[in-house]
């Protein structure tokens, strides 16, 4: 039961790890819970904690006005909302299977084009985050049906609001998710290189976390130099970024483990 105490019916569709940590959540939420999973075995615990299993994708999405999906790809969403087209109208479909923009606002479209309320979501969480205090789900599309099930979506984490564009979710997403692993990109180059001079990639773990949570706290001050250039002066110049990449690039080249990170990063220098 949500804090407003209503109890929703709500369906999930897919039901891998992601898929099942969302079902749970609902269930500790008080929701009633329909699942549908193309693998039945998958929705055996679901079941244990209360849920109702659908016989078929398009059962389960006739069961609740809040449809959740969370499967492999475009494709696999696509392939089970197409034919349940008629079934969902009036209803309102949150699909938190990673996809790209494009991918989100054609699936708006078609969902418009359906009378269909679609919200869609990027989930910044590992199943395990799921209902903890550091998960959260950004969404875009239908605004007023966000705002109605707003407190039902806030019991997977925060519930952030990306914009009415129906790709503006997925677009921080994949964002989010590039600077990650540009990150662990820099850590794997980083590893190799210490291990040349005698030191190890678990050291440098532990000196390279602390160090880079500090700098995320520039993101601010570089946020600026791309929402409003004109008025940006930036602390750090370019010459002076340009030349500390080259400055790395060299030391990686002297020590056997030059890779393209570095001439990649270059070419991102504002102004060069
Ligand atoms: N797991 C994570 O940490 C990330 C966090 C960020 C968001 N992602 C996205 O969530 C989607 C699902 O991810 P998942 O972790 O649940 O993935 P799996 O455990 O591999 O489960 C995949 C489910 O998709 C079903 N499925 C695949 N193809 C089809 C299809 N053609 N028709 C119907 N269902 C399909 C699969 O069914 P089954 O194999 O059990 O029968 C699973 O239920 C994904 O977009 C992530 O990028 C998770």
């Known amino acids: ?10 369906s999930v569709i897919g039901l891998g790890a992601m898929g099942a940590a969302l079902a749970q959540a609902l269930l500790r939420g008080g929701h009633r819970v329909t699942v549908w999973n193309r693998t039945p075995a998958k929705a055996e615990a679901l079941v244990g904690d209360g849920a109702v299993l659908a016989a078929t994708a398009a059962d389960a999405m006739a069961a609740s006005d ?10 696999a969403v696509r392939e089970h909302l197409e034919p349940a087209a008629e079934r969902l109208r009036g209803r309102t479909v949150v699909n938190l299977t990673t996809t790209t923009p494009e991918q989100a606002r054609s699936l708006g479209a078609w969902a418009g084009g359906n009378g269909i ?9 590992v199943p395990a985050m799921i209902g903890g205090p550091r998960a ?16 039902v979506l806030g019991l997977f984490g925060r519930a952030e609001w990306a914009g009415a564009d129906f790709g503006a979710a997925a677009m921080y997403d994949l964002a989010i998710l590039g600077g990650m692993y ?18 190890t990639a678990t050291h440098l773990a532990t000196l390279m976390a602390p160090f880079l949570q500090a700098m995320a706290g520039l993101f601010g001050q570089y946020a ?3 929402d409003d250039p004109a008025s940006y002066v930036p602390e750090q110049s370019a010459d002076f970024t340009v030349g500390a990449l080259r400055t790395i690039a060299t030391a990686a080249d002297e020590s056997g483990t030059a890779s393209e990170l570095f001439e990649v990063l270059l070419k991102t220098v504002p102004g060069i």
Do not use: K, P
């Not at 875009?140 to 109605?148: H, K, L, P, Q």
């Open 1 to 10: 039961m949500t804090n407003s105490g209503t109890t929703q019916r709500v």
């Open 117 to 125: 309320d679609l919200i869609d979501g990027g989930i910044m969480a």
């Open 182 to 199: 540009s990150m662990f990109a820099g850590f794997q180059q980083g590893g190799r290189m210490v291990r040349t001079t005698g030191g």
């Open 66 to 75: 809040l449809v959740i999906l969370c499967v492999l790809d475009d494709a």
């Open 224 to 226: 600026l130099g791309i």
């Open 136 to 151: 959260f789900v950004l969404y875009s599309g239908a605004t007023a049906a966000f705002e109605r099930y707003r407190e």
